[in-house]
Structures are given as C-alpha cells and as structure tokens.
C-alpha cells in the first residue's frame, strides 16, 4: 500500500518551545512537513511564524525535538543544521548589502560550487547585475538574491519566509514562479501571509494560533472553505 | 523573618566592625601586625573606603545597568577639589567639604545629563572621555594647582588634631567604617524606594519602563548624579584616611577598571556583593605585595615567585576565574551553595 | 611639515591598534581590552628577543621584530581560543575577562621585567633625520608611516579577495545571517583575533622605535587612543579606521604644539564625544546576536 499520506515525512517538529523575552511565543508547536511540493506555514501576524523557521534552525534557544530525514538537529549548531541540507530565505531578505550580487552568491556556495546555471536561468538579472552592491538594488532584486542563495546548493529542504512581503504584483507572480520551480527541487516550508499564492503552490497547510499549532491538513481542505479561513486567519480569502 | 534579618545583620556587622581597633588579636599573614596596630587599622580603613566606592560604581552597573568607564573622574574630584582646598586655597575644612560637596553634585547633573543622551557602549565611552578630560586636566596642572603628575600633597594642619598622627589610626578607621555604613544605608534606600524600582526595571527592560509612560531619562541621570557625590564623599575620606596627598592615579581609567573588578568579584547587584569586593580587593592588593617580600615566599622557585610579587596578576586571574565559574561573584556562592543544598533535599526526598 | 609627517605617524601607530579592535568589535561583539597588552607583550616579545640576537640593532630589530609578530598573533589566537569562545553566548562576560587579561598580561610583564622602561634597539639611520621642505624629520616617522600603509593595503586586499575576508565582511553586517548560511563562523572569529594581535604587536614595536623604549604602561596608554579612533572611525569598517587614525594623530599633533602640551589630548576625548553624541548608532554593529 504506497500512496502519498504515507510518504515519510522529511521534517518533524515535535513540542517546540520558545522564550523570547518574557514572552512565551511558542507553546509546543508540533507539525510534520512532508517530503516533496510545498507545505504553507499560516496565521496571523505575531503568532509565530517566522519564530518557528528560525527555531528549526537553531537561530533562537529552544526546546523540543527537530528531525530533519530521520535525524534529530536539536542539539546542533545553526551551520551545521544547514549544512544538512536547508536553504533559508529569512523575512527580511538579509542580503549582505555591502557585499556585491556575486559575493552574495559566492558566500553561499558550499565546498567550492554551485548551481549557478540554475539560478542564472531563473533570474538572469543576477547575472547582468553580478558587480552591484546588493544595497542599492531594489526590494525584488534582493529577494530574488536571496532566493538564488538557496537554491544555489542541492539543498532538500527550504525554509523560505514572506518572499512577497512588500513586493508588487508582478513580482510577486514571478517570485510565485520561482517558488514553485524550487518545489520541483527541494520540498518547501513556505510562511506566506498571501493566500493567493498559497492557493497555486501549496500541497499542505500548518495554521498557527498564539503559539501552537491548530489546523494542519491538505491545502485544498482549508482553502476552500471562506469561514474556517476567516476564523483561523482573519482575512477574507482570495489573496491581496 | 527575612525583613528581620535584614535590618540585624547589617547592624550587628557594624557594630563588630566598629569594636575593631578595640581588640589586640593577631592574625598572622593576614594583617602585619595585630588588630588594633596603626599599620592593620589604616589598611583596614582602605579597604572599608574602597567597600564603600566600590558600592557606589555598583549603583550605577549593578542595579541601574549602566556601564560606565569613567566613575574615576568623580572620585578624583572629590580627591582634588578637597586637597586644592585646604592646601593651595587653605579653606577651613567645612567649607572646603562644602565646596567638594557642589562641586561633586553640580559636574554629574551636567555630564551624566550629556552622557544619558546615549546608552549602551557609546554611554560608556563617553564617560570614559570625560574621565579622560579630567585625567589631562589634572596632568596639565594650571596654576599648579594639581601637582600634575607628582600629586598634591596634603596640608594635614588643616585637617582636626584627631585625624592627624599615628596613634589617631582608629579615629581614621572609624570614619572609613561610618562611610561604609553611609554608602550602604543610602543605596538600600535607593534601591527600595519606588523611584529605585524603576532603575532595576529600566536595567531588565528599558523599552517597557518607557511604555509605562516613565521617562528613564530622569531616573538614570538620578542614579548617576547620586552614585557619583556619593563617589566624591569617598574621594574625601579617601584623601583623609591615607593622609599622604591627592595623586593622579585617582584619575585615570585603569581606576575605573578596578571598582569594576571590584564590582564583578563581589558580585554585582547584590546586596552586599560590592562591599565584599571592594573590602577583600584592597585587602588583597595591599597584602599581597607584603607576602611575596616574605621569608617563605623568597626560597619558592623563580617561576612561581615572580608572578606573585605582582598582586595585579593574582587578583587580575581571580577575576578571570570567578567570571567564568561563578559569574554571579562571591556573593553568589551563598546562594549557590543553598541551591544546591535544596535541590538535594529533592533528591533525598524522592 | 615636521608636525605633520609626526601626526602621520602616531596615526598610523594608532591605526594599528585599532584595526584589529575595529574588527573584533564589529565581527564579534567583543571590546577587547586586552588589546593594549597584545600590544605590550608583542613589544616585549620583541625586545627580547633582540637582546639574544648578535649582530647590529638592525638585524636585532628586524629579528626580534618577526618574533614579536608571532607571538602577538599566537597569544590573540590562544586567547579568543581559551578564553573568548566559551563564552560566546554571554558578551559582558566576554568584556569582562578582557579586562582581566589585561591586568594579568601587564602584572606578568611587570614582574618579569619591572617597570623601569627598557631600551628598543634601534638602528642608527631610523634615529637619523631627514630634511624635506627644510624640515628635519627623524627616519623612524616614515617607517611607522610606511608599515601601516601597507597592513592598510594587506588589509583591504585580504578582505576583498578571500573567502574568509568575504566571511568576515559579511559577518560584520549580520553575523546570524552568516551563520544560517551553513558557515562555521567561529574560525573567522579565531582568524579575526590573530590578526588583530598581529597589528597590535606590530604597533607595539613601532612605538619602541618611536619612544626608543619599552615599559609595561605603553599598551594602556595607547589603547585608550585606539578606543577613541574606533569610535570616530565606526566598528567593522578598515577604511574608516584608517581615516580616522590620522585624523586624531594629526589633531593630538598640531594641538599639543600651537595651543599647549596635552590640549590635544583634550581636543580628541572632545572629538569623541562630539562624535558620540551626534551618531551614537553608528556604535553598534549591524550584527544580529
């Protein structure tokens, strides 16, 4: 009996608590992210997203258990978490802006190389702006820098955060293309605030609620169901 | 039973302290001679003084989370204004602690009101330019009032006949206990009142004080100027207790370095934490060099006895073991050592 | 011009100093206090040194010298090794055991040495003067200035075209970043330490030549300078600190002689906190900890 609900899952998140602060901003976040397509991380703004990536990585003091293909990372250091495998587009692009698009992109590189044809083909402007300090380009050209940086490795998962936060609607379509061009390669744990997008890319949904985890389930459950969005979320659906 | 105790035990060290010069005891390589012996009673008076500055530097990093590198300057102002005073312009001495006091108050209220614009390590380094400024000041020595770098010797007929003279010591020795005691009463009552809440709070979380509707602005500058007269009283008694002059040592940033040793050793932002540092601190600086000039000490190998003649290395890796092993300083280890105790009394009673 | 070329090289003296404290600062967080007696033991190291070697004070310098280099870049990196990288997760603690090493390292040198200042070896045409735009300027200025022109140019170069010059000048703007790159970025902070204790040794051995003596107090006294250019110049950034070096040396210089001995030293802590008090963000790093 194979079918996709019993395909191993390729992270685990189990009981994930995190104190910022004086604040208790993750009470025991448990959720699997299934190995392949893109899986949407939901909820409303300060319920602990993007705490949630950035736990997995070891960015923030945690406890609980992270498994990553079988294999627990809890105790281990941020870099070599990511040299597991994991490429992550943080929130705020954190590009290095005094660095030029290639020193970027050669920062990134692991033991030497890269996929640079790939990146190249999906955002050529990279290449044709390669000796520009990444702090004078645009919001969208850093993003796709950013982008570009995960992908450079043979990664097999990425941790990507509002990669249309901010960003016009063209862009956004384009960063939606690249998304899902980076589903074919590596499974995607995607925050995303836009539900239009989350419409065309994602297989699965994790909704989080004040520091836990309340709905987790095929995409096309939740999406099509205006209330149960409404209630979880607080926005209409249909995107921005 | 604890708000007891509170109040008990500082009196009662006070008093034991204050019965010292009384008693003829003996302790040998702690102090060269007995208890109550001119030389034991003015080392011990050092070491109460320092207690007490130490304390002061802890109001301001321990309680208010202020790191500031340059606290020197105000001691040093309590050291020179007073010594200028009653030596170049012979002021009677009530008015030359007068004028010392203004000065020890007016010189904060401007420079801390500089200096808070800023927080964090820029606070720091402002303070320690200004503390610098002073340092070149006094070098510069205008109308040879400092005595630059020579220091400025006291004129001691200025001084009342009971703080003069060898067999005065205890006098001297009770002045430095009573400041002490002042630093300490003060700073309790600081801490306690409301307004001093609020600094412990601004030291945790200064984005919240302001969300209150509270301007830590006032409150820091507060501490700072408190924290400092009281550093310029201690400038004072310090001038007194040692007799021998106003020196620019005083003025310089390695000073300040050392309350912060003090500080850190005692354990900062305890109740007593300061004192304690800036008691055995002295203690061990002064006795030290004495030790390593000892019979005993002579006959050890090179290799051990050439870093022990420098007190500064001893107490220089002290510090840097206590950091490491028992960051809260010795205060700490009372409370560690309970922790302990009532963890395994858990243990036992499973 | 004799003032000037003298500004030029306390500048450089100080720019030495201050590299080092400019990029462990802006890397790592640290305010190494101990950077001062880097610097001491470095010149130490060197006088040493010398003092074993036969030959003119030319060979001894240039000997003792390369001695002195390597031990200031050993001490930093066993430092940051023992000492900084336990306790990377507490930076008060981490300033705070700088400060104690720093007490520690100058006890040492005291009680091995004593205080009295110990003669430099000095070779006979560095004490020479040379005369440009009828000025008689003493040799040693122009190797002082010429050394910290090419650590300047090394500097640069290094960080420009390395990988761990790339590292580290991404780990200045954002250290977490750098991090969540899969980077180990604690070699960098190894590397940045060995440099910076490099620099200050090699400071430590200019200010022998330019003072022709050693004493323990030289790495103190200068530190505070290098504090200062720091600042004014911004943590992380060479260029900036190499700016701002001359800046200070040249102010301390024309200060110190048209208005009076030890002005200059005033108008500087005043530049500071001028500095201070218009850009005080330009203190903290852009490092996310």
């Given at each position: 009996m194979t079918s996709v609900a019993t395909a191993p899952n390729l992270i685990e998140v189990r009981d994930l608590h995190v104190h910022l602060g004086e604040s208790h901003v993750l009470q025991g976040v448990s959720f699997d992210v299934p190995e392949g397509g893109v899986t949407a991380l939901l909820g409303r703004n300060g319920v602990g997203k993007t705490t949630t990536l950035r736990a997995m990585l070891g960015l923030v003091p945690r406890r609980g258990a992270v498994t990553l293909a079988g294999s627990e990372t809890t105790r281990l250091a941020t870099h070599e978490i990511v040299r597991r495998g994991?490429?992550?587009?943080?929130?705020?692009?954190?590009?290095?802006?005094?660095?030029?698009?290639d020193e970027n992109l050669r920062l990134a590189e692991r033991n030497g190389a890269g996929r640079y044809e790939l990146v190249y083909e999906l955002f050529p402007e990279l290449r044709t702006r390669g000796g520009q300090r990444a702090g004078t380009l645009s919001g969208g050209q850093q993003q796709m820098v950013a982008i570009a940086r995960a992908l450079l490795n043979d990664n097999t998962v990425l941790l990507v955060d509002e990669p249309t936060k901010g960003l016009a609607p063209l862009l956004v379509t384009e960063v939606a293309a690249a998304l899902e061009r980076a589903a074919e390669l590596a499974t995607v744990l995607l925050v995303e605030q836009n539900l239009a997008v989350v419409e065309r890319v994602a297989r699965q949904v994790v909704v989080l609620d004040a520091g836990r985890v309340v709905h987790a389930g095929p995409a096309s459950g939740l999406l099509g169901d205006r209330t149960r969005i409404q209630a979880l979320l607080g926005v209409s659906g249909g995107g921005h | 039973m604890r708000r007891a105790a509170h109040?008990?035990?500082?009196?009662?060290l006070v008093g034991v302290l204050a019965l010292v010069p009384t008693l003829s005891l003996d302790l040998p390589f702690v102090f060269g001679g007995a208890l109550d012996s001119p030389g034991t009673l003015g080392l011990l008076a050092l070491c109460l003084v320092f207690a007490g500055?130490?304390?002061?530097?802890?109001?301001?990093?321990?309680?208010?989370?202020?790191?500031?590198?340059?606290?020197?300057?105000?001691f040093a102002i309590g050291v020179y204004v007073m010594a200028i005073s009653l030596t170049k312009w012979e002021f009677p001495l009530w008015q030359a602690f007068a004028l010392t006091a203004i000065v020890g108050i007016l010189v904060?209220?401007?420079?801390?009101?500089?200096?808070?614009?800023v927080g964090g390590i820029?606070?720091?380094?402002?303070?320690?330019?200004?503390?610098?400024?002073?340092?070149?000041?006094?070098?510069?020595?205008?109308?040879?009032?400092?005595?630059g770098e020579e220091g400025l010797g006291l004129n001691y007929e200025a001084l009342p006949d009971f703080f003069v003279?060898?067999?005065?010591?205890?006098?001297?020795?009770?002045?430095?206990?009573?400041?002490a005691a002042f630093v300490f009463v003060v700073v309790r009552l600081a801490v306690a009142s409301s307004p001093g809440h609020v600094l412990q709070a601004i030291r945790e979380n200064e984005r919240r004080v302001e969300v209150i509707g509270l301007r830590p602005f006032g409150f820091k500058l507060m501490a700072f100027v408190l924290a400092s007269f009281l550093a310029t009283v201690g400038g004072v008694v310090w001038l007194i207790v040692l007799g021998t002059g106003a020196s620019p040592q005083v003025t310089t940033a390695s000073f300040t370095l050392t309350l912060l040793v003090m500080v850190v050793i005692g354990g900062a932002g305890t109740r007593y934490g300061a004192l304690l540092g800036g008691f055995l601190y002295t203690l061990l600086d002064q006795r030290l060099g004495a030790l390593a000039g000892s019979a005993q000490v002579q006959d050890l190998p090179n290799v051990i006895r050439t870093p022990l003649s420098e007190p500064l290395f001893i107490l220089g890796t002290l510090f840097i073991l206590l950091v490491f092993f028992v960051p809260g300083g010795l205060a700490s280890l009372g409370r560690r050592v309970r922790l302990r105790r009532r963890q395994a009394g858990l243990q036992g009673a499973r | 011009m004799l003032l000037t070329i003298t500004g030029l090289g306390l500048g450089a003296m100080y720019f030495l100093i201050a590299s080092g404290l400019s990029l462990i600062y802006g890397l790592m967080g640290v305010l190494n206090f101990a950077h001062g007696a880097f610097l001491t033991v470095g010149a130490y190291a060197t006088w040493w040194v010398s003092t074993h070697v036969g030959g003119g004070p030319g060979t001894q310098l240039l000997v003792g010298a390369l001695a002195g280099i390597a031990v200031g870049a050993v001490l930093a990196a066993l430092v940051e090794l023992v000492l900084i990288r336990p306790l990377y997760r507490r930076p008060i603690e981490q300033v705070l055991v700088t400060v104690g090493l720093a007490l520690v390292l100058t006890a040492l040198v005291e009680a091995i040495w004593g205080f009295d200042a110990r003669p430099f070896p000095v070779p006979p045409w560095l004490i020479d003067t040379t005369t440009i735009f009828g000025a008689n300027i003493p040799n040693d200025r122009f190797l002082e200035i010429g050394v910290a022109a090419a650590v300047l140019v090394g500097l640069t170069a290094f960080l420009r075209y390395t990988r761990y010059g790339l590292i580290i000048r991404a780990g200045v703007e954002n250290r977490a970043m750098v991090t969540a790159l899969g980077i180990d970025v604690r070699k960098a902070f190894t590397l940045v330490f060995a440099l910076g204790g490099m620099a200050a040794a090699l400071a430590g051995i200019l200010s022998g030549v330019y003072y022709g003596v050693v004493e323990p107090s030289r790495g103190t006294s200068l530190l505070i300078f290098a504090f200062i250019v720091v600042v004014i110049g911004g943590f992380g950034s060479i260029g900036g600190t190499a700016v701002a070096a001359v800046v200070v040396g040249l102010i301390q210089q024309y200060a110190n002689y048209y208005a009076s001995s030890g002005l200059g030293d005033l108008a500087v802590v005043l530049l500071l906190a001028i500095v201070l008090l218009l850009r005080p963000e330009g203190l903290s790093p852009k490092v996310a900890h």
């Open positions: 994991i490429g992550y587009v943080p929130e705020d692009r954190d590009v290095f802006a005094g660095l030029t698009v | 109040l008990v035990v500082p009196l009662v500055v130490a304390l002061t530097y802890d109001l301001l990093f321990g309680y208010t989370g202020l790191l500031s590198f340059g606290h020197a300057l105000y904060p209220v401007v420079l801390g009101a500089i200096s808070l614009r820029a606070f720091a380094m402002v303070t320690l330019a200004f503390a610098q400024a002073g340092q070149v000041l006094v070098q510069k020595n205008p109308d040879q009032l400092t005595g003279g060898v067999l005065n010591a205890k006098y001297l020795y009770w002045l430095a206990l009573g400041y | -």
